[in-house]
T-cell receptor
Framework: DAGVIQSPRHEVTEMGQEVTLRCKPI?????LFWYRQTMMRGLELLIY????????DSGMPEDRFSAKMPNASFSTLKIQPSEPRDSAVYFC??????????????FGPGTRLTVL | DAKTTQPPSMDCAEGRAANLPCNHS???????VYWYRQIHSQGPQYIIH???NNETNEMASLIITEDRKSSTLILPHATLRDTAVYYC??????????????FGKGTHLIIQP
């Protein structure tokens, strides 16, 4: 089992540029979560999907952020245009309903985003 | 979700039991207690969860008080690799599937050699 895969691991971009973060969940998992971690705000839930459908996007900070899940094995988080305050580590996590442990989420290694 | 209160940091000697407390005085009857940890520069990792009974797995034990207002995570024989931030999370069990987790500031556990 390869675990949750995220790419890129590090991204450095300039303010105003579009940034796309990618996530491949664990095969067979039906829930996918995007979190953001900063020193100031800690770990925050941005959005999550069930069976590729967005369930709760109330954590998405503003319209510059968008997330998609075109199929069960791939999701993207896009920031357009990016701003320095978007600098953070972005984590993707997945889980499987029916294990009896509904909130056992498996996290990826994260993408460290720096916006200059 | 109910809020939790944890000490910001703790030290423990290697080989000893590490006991991490968590207060969740406003927990409701259908909310579970979850523990996750985050080792430096890695994603959080699930440790254990419970409702009202004590639980044990290969990583840790979870002791929940009878009134469910507090709990303790026990790492029975701490090693240097257990140095991490430990998060106590209370999460509603809807029965309909998973929910996003609300992380607090956690406890930074430092295992001393």
């Amino acid at each position: 089992d390869a675990g949750v895969i995220q790419s890129p691991r590090h991204e450095v971009t300039e303010m105003g540029q579009e940034v796309t973060l990618r996530c491949k969940p664990i095969s067979g998992h039906d829930y996918l979560f995007w979190y953001r971690q900063t020193m100031m705000r800690g770990l925050e839930l941005l959005i999550y999907f069930n069976n590729n459908v967005p369930i709760d996007d109330s954590g998405m900070p503003e319209d510059r952020f968008s997330a998609k899940m075109p199929n069960a094995s791939f999701s993207t988080l896009k920031i357009q245009p990016s701003e320095p305050r978007d600098s953070a580590v972005y984590f993707c996590a997945s889980s499987l309903k029916g294990r009896g442990i509904y909130n056992e989420q498996f996290f990826g290694p994260g993408t460290r985003l720096t916006v200059l | 979700d109910a809020k939790t209160t944890q000490p910001p940091s703790m030290d423990c000697a290697e080989g000893r039991a590490a006991n991490l407390p968590c207060n969740h005085s406003t927990i409701s009857g259908n909310e579970y207690v979850y523990w996750y940890r985050q080792i430096h520069s890695q994603g959080p990792q699930y440790i254990i969860h419970g409702l009202k009974n004590n639980e044990t797995n290969e990583m840790a034990s979870l002791i929940i008080t009878e009134d469910r207002k507090s709990s303790t995570l026990i790492l029975p024989h701490a090693t240097l690799r257990d140095t991490a931030v430990y998060y106590c999370i209370v999460s509603f069990y809807s029965g309909g599937g998973a929910d996003g987790l609300t992380f607090g500031k956690g406890t930074h556990l430092i295992i001393q050699p």
